[in-house]
């Protein structure tokens, strides 16, 4: 278990997350009551057969209990839980199959617990779903059930949503975050407490990427050095110390990070090929032994990584071989492993080696192949696998696109 205490942010999060779910799915009127665990791909049939012949996917993102995707055409799918409006259809039906969101052209698409953020191919950057503390940076609180702009800029590059919280980065270097702020995790200070439109972190004009957590951001800025923010209750900044940050510091002196990911409390990230991890590790998620790590552990020793994501308490990667491996918390077959059993050491997903660096993981885990094709696992109570079915799944399964 994770230690956490009634009034530790993290456990107060997951908590939340269950009951949003289990009014989604009540509300939708597909109550499930136990949900079966299955070690193996759907039954060939016409599902899988229309699998086959969908079209490549480009990019995945797992939200709460949500998924989204990008095939190359440049069309958005969502499907999965949509209590808020997450799946940007109109509507706040479940959905077990894939359903697209408007006409429009995408780039790329990032989900947070309730809400989802994309960003065109004109540039403009979009937000829907759940928006009662500013996340969607429309300048309101309401929630919303299909895309609405953030703004009239142009120029959006990456976007990172998070439970409560978003951030993104322009072409021009800038980051900007939005959303709640009440651990600092907007990177602009102690206040506001809740922000509805985008502010600008600092003044800083070399920002790569950014990843958003339960209350911490992290991001890379163009020279390779990497910054953390917000809360480091369990040494998830990785500065050594736990408390908060209230602006971006610098994790160590590395010049060599090329991919981060924030997790609800726990960090990974890649440099130089190698994978280190740190923040709270009670699930395994570190991917090491022991408890909590205030400061970068590298996992293992190979230097053949080359993404990492983390979400909720479980973490995954692939490797430069085309292998994808998962550990940390497996109550929902999340891992991947065809077990429930949770890991404190990567564990190879199968023994393919086609897959890329597009994976994604929370309670529920996406990857894409080289081919093209998507793959879902792990929890399924909202329909967020795909497959048409509320059946969890411990081992990957194809997701058919129209």
Known sequence: ?????DGRPGARWRRATRRLAAAAAFCAG???????VTAGPATAGTAERAALAAPAVSSVTTGGAHTCAIPTDGALWC???NYGGQLGDGTTT????PARVGTATWASVDGGSGHTCAIRTDGTLWCWGSNFRGQLGDGSTTS????VQVGTATTWARVSAGPSHTCGVRTDGTLWCWGFNRTSQLGVGASPYVATTPLQVGTATTWASVSTGFAHTCGIRTDGTLWCWGLSSDGQLGLGTLGSQTTPAQVGTATTWSSVAAGYAHTCGVRSGALWCWGENGYGQLGVGGNYQAAPVQVGTGTTWSRVD???DTSCASRTDGSLWCWGKNGSGQVGDGTTTHRSAPTRVGTETTWTAGVAVADHGCAIRTDG???????NSGGQLGDGSTVQRSTPAQVPLP
């Open 79 to 81: 499907w999965g839980s």
């Open 1 to 5: 278990m994770s230690g956490h205490q």
């Open 94 to 97: 479940n959905r077990s199959t």
């Open 310 to 312: 983390a979400s909720s």
């Open 144 to 147: 919303r059930s299909v895309p």
């Open 373 to 379: 094709g998507l793959w879902c696992w792990g929890d």
């Open 30 to 36: 597909s109550v499930v009551l136990t949900a079966a």
